[in-house]
């Protein structure tokens, strides 16, 4: 009963810029983490970024100084800026949230992916 829907990605040239959006949405009654995850062809599935409920980020190595996350918790929003893109960037993102539902049932939900593709 809990949704997440993620856009914003696309084709960028390297150095470029993008920035994701995730909104939640269901039978909420609170969020706890937020995060964003990639999984590039042949590769896993890894952490880039999460962020609580009260704000403190964490940024994976790989991210660190180019990707910010941030959140709106009145609009139950997650927002991913990526800048200086690099090739590797090229993935498939998605959003992933925790909490608890009105029912007061946790849920871990994802959505759906956007794709982004940083290339000349």
């Known amino acids: 009963q809990v949704q997440l829907v993620e856009s914003g990605g696309g084709l960028v040239q390297p150095g470029g810029s993008l920035r994701l959006s995730c909104v939640a949405s269901?039978?909420?009654?609170?969020?706890?983490?937020m995060g964003w995850y990639r999984q590039a062809p042949g590769k896993q599935r890894e952490l880039v970024a999460r962020?609580?409920?009260?704000?403190?980020?964490t940024v994976a190595d790989s991210a660190q100084g180019r990707f910010t996350i941030s959140r709106d918790n009145a609009k139950n929003m997650l927002y991913l800026q990526m800048n200086s893109l690099k090739p590797e960037d090229t993935a498939v993102y998605y959003c992933?949230?925790?909490?608890?539902?009105?029912?007061?049932?946790?849920?871990?939900?994802w959505g759906q992916g956007t794709q982004v593709t940083v290339s000349s």
């Open positions: 992933n949230a925790e909490g608890l539902r009105r029912d007061y049932v946790p849920f871990n939900s």
């Open positions: 269901g039978s909420i009654l609170s969020i706890g983490t």
């Open positions: 962020i609580t409920s009260g704000g403190r980020a």
